[in-house]
Every structure is written in structure tokens, then in C-alpha cells.
């Protein structure tokens, strides 16, 4: 399994952008499937948006036409632009591997959206 770490959290004012990055410790050519997963506080985790090697995409309905996600297999990276943002969108975020189900994980990096 490669490892995973994220990076880009922090905070930011409603309206705001910022740009999560996963760099993954081996090749991520041949992995079908990456996201992105968020959880709250006091609230279970969630998917935020995922990849395949096609580029193809899929979005939670909370976050579609403000959050894109791509991924560069030469570079073994997983991005995560994130525009709009709202207070609602504060969360410690997690890129994973895997399209239906998720095997390996990131540590998490917390975003905050407050004035």
C-alpha cells in the first residue's frame, strides 16, 4: 500500500480558496480510484470527491461546481481545489485510495472557514 500524506489545510474566510494536496509515497499510476474525504466535528466522515485514472469525476452534491479534483500519476499527487468555501466546509480532510471502497488513508489536514 503507498502512503499517503496531505497537505494545504488551513484557515480561510467564507468566500476563500485553498488547494489540498496528496502526495503519495509510490506510483499511482495503476491505483483506478482517489479521493477525498472529510469529517467535522460530531459528524461522520464523508466523501468529498473522487477520481479515476480516466479522469473521471464524482462529486458530493454539497461541494459540486465549487471543489475540483485531479490527480498527476507522474507526479504520484491528488489535488484538491476548493473554491467558495463556506463555514460549512470546515474539516479535517483525508485523501484516500479507492473508488467504492478505501484502503489506504492520508492523516488528515484540517481546513477552517471562519471570519
Known amino acids: 500500500q503507498v502512503q499517503l500524506v496531505e497537505s494545504g489545510g488551513g484557515l480561510v474566510q467564507p468566500g476563500g480558496s485553498l488547494r489540498l494536496s496528496c502526495t503519495a509515497s509510490?506510483?499511482?499510476?495503476?491505483?483506478?480510484?482517489l479521493g477525498w474525504h472529510r469529517q467535522a466535528p460530531g459528524k461522520e466522515r464523508e466523501l468529498v470527491a473522487r477520481?479515476?485514472?480516466?479522469?473521471?469525476?464524482d462529486y458530493a452534491a454539497s461541494v459540486k461546481g465549487r471543489f475540483i479534483i485531479s490527480r498527476d500519476n507522474a507526479k504520484n499527487t491528488l489535488d484538491l481545489q476548493m473554491n467558495s468555501l463556506k463555514p460549512d466546509d470546515t474539516a479535517v480532510y483525508y485523501c484516500?485510495?479507492?473508488?467504492?471502497?478505501?484502503?489506504?488513508w492520508g492523516q488528515g489536514t484540517q481546513v477552517t472557514v471562519s471570519s
Open positions: 484516500h485510495t479507492g473508488w467504492a471502497s478505501f484502503t489506504s
Open positions: 477520481i479515476t485514472t480516466a479522469g473521471i469525476t
Open positions: 509510490g506510483s499511482i499510476f495503476r491505483i483506478y480510484g
